[in-house]
């Protein structure tokens, strides 16, 4: 294997140690003497670097690694569209991972993340951790009991946290929205909470995002969005085409990505057709996504009637994109209407897969008690940081002012809820800078 | 002659302890104040009657406050009408609705022609169906709420059948009475004025509810001010006050009570509209409305009722007549539109049955026609009250009766 480094520092000085068929291109002249004098002249090359280094049929592998991001991922990307097959960047700043991702290229590395994970690791055999496991109410463990679950050597079910009061572990039978108090040595606790936790099938709030691609912009805006949102929650993903031309680059973003997706093409994705692309007999949409683009404006897509009927054809709920991934900060309102919980448990579900944090409004005379304790109930359950205040005045000018604050990435909204009118509905959706999330009817509840 | 604060007095005292005195029992406030005042105006009769000495006078001032009350009035049934339930219940529930108001119009017009006609009275019948045909939606929200039913969905019907007949006989009431306004008028531009009118109140409702939409968006800062409860300016008051005043200018034109009573009712609805379960600046509202000019209208009205004019034999006829109508006219179309449930109907037509605010306004709007001489305005208070003591409480019995919470399929 022939392997070009671009960029002669530490970590290429040892990769070519390590490698004898690997060669290095340096620019620094003091540098370029010492790489010389370790590896000799054959395997040094004046840089910079040009992109007719890459011309040598031979290389199979490049690792760039010069301390410049930016150089980097450029001499990635022109490595890519050589067709190099290998390439391995190193970059300083790990934020910058996920964009060379979105470019192909799989293999991108921040050295000091590599440090940490081997700093941590070394300290992990002396860590004891004490973790709270929360039971969801579809949980396949309720009615097990707690010796059940086996948790081996290292790892021991201390206690069960039942109604606000600490429980003897030994002979309990597990119960639904139980928090089991876990303390485990040789960090396990991460491993541990997966495996009580992932089982929960029913946690997804979907299980597929049907997303309507109609022209290029939807591609960076509906089709990123559902990706990212689907890859966290393990949905899949339905695109659906109005452009054949716009599928290989869909394809690309969707195998990228690592989402299990189909690809449908229906030609003219007429507005009014929407509902029925959205739909294969005998197979559920899930959720349907689409982008707030300023052509729906013109033909009037966010009308309460366009949207009601979609809501009511596609009994699911609708995702409109405005490219505010990752979601950080998700909103809720929770009112008298009886499907305004099950709407708030969707945005606590999704604030729990998504790490988001939650920021919920109760509005209610006929029990806001109850609706207090129900919210805390929630937070407890899912575990997800959440913000909540009783409205004292007007809900939706409440409403209202937290989505114009530009601090949110998504609001959850149930359609039928009395606080929120649908005309301000419409505004949110099309001035609002939050992506919105309209739930109706929904279904699958899972109240604790 | 009683000095005018005296009178005002009379009217605080009664309104004091009047719903002390009917907490115990099932009938509306309303009704108490209205019969309270009543009792006042019967006894100055029978004074007037025993010593021929009158001692009540012109009052303008306590007039024009039970004016205010009767637009507040008005202004606060329309700030009742509850939206999200009409959208909530879909077009065949609103369509029930409308077809069951047709059918009671119907129903009562040749019912109230033949009653009219054996009595030889002088009704307008056109106009009193249309008064009949109103249903008392306080009344309905109240014993609602009472008995826990608006989460059910009869619960919910009740209401948006309530609020669809209110809404209609509000505009059947007004057109009628700008075309009684357009006939009885020799200016040749008065039609064009009421209809520009007429439209110009329909228009300024768009318009509020557009601009308070837009205001809501960009301005929800101080917006914010009107719903909070520690705002020393009491925006959210005046700002109601701002929109109820200048739908009642637009109305007041033409000089026409009914439009007045519409532009109230529309300035009401767009309030309603446009803040949902604005309960805070509601309580505040129905403070200055329920707390002080309501009351005034309602006891000035008993106190102004004409008895000379009532009790008489063809007046105390009527009534019985008149009550058996409004029950059959609304009773029959729930029955006839049957849900499956006869017990239910029959319950939900008891409860539909009179229409106390809007009966009384309707009343109003006649005498103030010329449509309706004293003794029919009189025998409408009358049959208002008589109505609204005996539906709720009838309602209340069917309904245990009934056993109508433990019937499956009919809640």
């Known amino acids: 294997m022939r392997m070009l480094i671009v960029g002669g520092g530490r970590l290429g000085q040892e990769l070519m140690k390590s490698n ?77 991972i996920p964009e060379i991702k979105e470019l192909g290229i799989e293999d991108a590395i921040c050295p000091h993340q590599f440090a940490a994970k081997a700093i941590r690791a070394s300290l992990v055999p002396r860590s004891k951790d004490l973790i709270e496991i929360p039971i969801f109410p579809d949980s396949p463990h309720i009615g097990k009991s707690i010796e059940e679950l086996g948790f081996g050597l290292d790892a021991i079910i201390v206690g069960v946290v039942r109604n606000g009061s600490i429980l003897r572990a030994e002979g309990l039978v597990i119960e639904k929205a139980d928090h089991l108090l876990v303390v485990s040595i040789g960090g396990r606790s991460k491993e541990l909470q997966k495996t009580v936790v992932r089982k929960e099938s029913r946690l997804k709030p979907f299980e597929r995002i049907t997303t309507l691609i109609i022209e290029e912009n939807d591609l960076n805006v509906t089709l990123s969005e559902s990706l990212y949102l689907a890859r966290i929650i393990g949905a899949e993903v339905d695109m659906v085409f109005a452009d054949p031309s716009l599928v290989p680059r869909a394809e690309d973003m969707a195998t990228i990505s690592g989402v299990t997706y189909a690809v449908r093409v229906v030609g003219s994705l007429d507005i009014d057709e929407l509902p029925a692309a959205a739909i294969v007999e005998g197979r559920d949409p899930g959720c349907i996504a689409l982008s707030a683009s300023p052509r729906y404006r013109e033909r009037r897509v966010f009308r309460r009637w366009r949207l009601y009927r979609m809501l009511k054809e596609i009994q699911g709920p609708i995702l409109i994109c405005k490219r505010r991934h990752p979601y950080y900060n998700i909103l809720n309102i929770i009112d008298d209407h009886p499907d305004s919980p099950p709407v708030t448990e969707l945005a606590f579900k999704l604030g729990f897969q998504l790490r988001s944090k939650l920021r919920v409004l109760r509005y209610c005379y006929l029990d806001p008690r109850g609706q207090e304790r129900l919210v805390d109930n929630l937070v407890r359950l899912y575990g997800v940081s959440c913000r909540t205040d009783a409205v004292e005045g007007n809900p939706t000018i409440e409403f209202i002012s937290e989505i114009t604050s530009g601090d949110l990435d998504l609001t959850v909204v149930n359609w039928e809820s009395p606080s929120i009118t649908h005309d301000i509905l419409g505004r949110t959706i099309m001035e609002g800078p939050s992506s919105v999330l309209i739930m109706r009817s929904p279904r699958n509840v899972l109240m604790p | 002659m009683i000095n005018e604060y005296f009178i005002l007095l009379i009217i605080v005292i009664l309104a004091f302890f009047m719903p002390l005195l009917l907490q115990r029992t099932n009938i509306p406030a309303v009704v108490g104040e209205i019969v309270a005042g009543m009792m006042v105006g019967f006894i100055f009769f029978i004074i007037y009657q025993l010593t021929g000495e009158t001692f009540l006078g012109e009052y303008p001032s ?74 008392a939606l306080a009344v309905v929200l109240t014993v609602v709420r009472e008995m826990a039913l608006n989460r059910s969905p009869w619960g919910q019907e009740l209401i948006v059948n309530a609020v669809i007949a209110d809404v209609a006989a509000m505009i059947l009431l007004t057109i009628y009475a700008i075309g009684v306004d357009v006939t009885g008028s020799d200016d040749i531009l008065f039609p064009l004025l009421a209809v520009s009118m007429f439209i110009a109140i329909l228009v300024f409702f768009i318009v509020i509810y557009r601009l308070g939409n837009w205001a809501m968006w960009y301005f929800p800062g101080t917006l914010r001010r009107f719903f909070r409860s520690d705002d020393p300016h009491e925006l959210g008051v005046r700002a109601s006050l701002m929109i109820i005043f200048t739908f009642v200018a637009i109305s007041s034109v033409i000089d026409s009570k009914a439009l007045t009573v519409l532009g109230a009712f529309l300035a009401g609805a767009a309030i309603s509209m446009l803040f949902r379960d604005s309960l805070l600046l509601g309580q505040k509202l129905n403070g200055i409305g329920y707390g002080f000019l309501i009351p005034v209208f309602f006891i000035t009205i008993g106190i102004n009722f004409q008895f000379a004019d009532v009790l008489n034999m063809a007046t105390l006829i009527l009534l019985p007549g008149l009550v058996i109508i409004t029950a059959v006219a609304k009773i029959v179309p729930f029955l006839l539109l049957s849900s499956g449930c006869a017990r239910r109907d029959l319950t939900q037509g008891v409860l539909m049955t009179g229409g106390l605010t809007l009966m009384i306004a309707g009343a109003e709007i006649g005498k103030d026609l010329g449509v309706l001489d004293a003794s029919s305005y009189g025998l409408l208070i009358l049959l208002a009250v008589v109505l609204a003591v005996i539906t709720p409480t009838l309602f209340r019995y069917l309904f245990t009766r009934f056993r109508l919470a433990e019937q499956e399929g009919c809640l």
């Open chain 1, 20 to 96: 004898p068929r690997s060669v290095v291109i340096e620019a620094k002249p003091r540098r370029l003497e010492i790489l010389r004098e370790m590896f000799g002249d054959d395997r040094v090359i004046e840089g910079p670097w040009e992109e007719a280094h890459f011309d040598d049929g031979r290389i199979e592998t490049v690792v760039i690694a010069t301390h410049d991001d930016d150089r980097n991922i450029e001499i990635a990307v022109a490595a890519k569209e050589r067709g190099i097959p290998g390439i391995v960047v190193k970059v300083k700043d790990p934020a910058r």
């Open chain 2, 62 to 135: 306590v007039d024009f406050l039970a004016h205010i009350g009767f637009i507040f009035l008005m202004f606060l049934s329309g700030l009742e009408l509850d939206f999200v339930r009409i959208e909530s219940q879909g077009r065949k529930k609103q369509l029930r609705g409308v077809i069951v108001f047709v059918m009671t119009l119907l129903i009562a017009f040749p019912l109230v022609t033949l009653l009219n006609n054996l009595t030889g009275g002088g009704m307008e019948t056109l106009f009193v169906t249309i008064v009949l045909a109103t249903t």
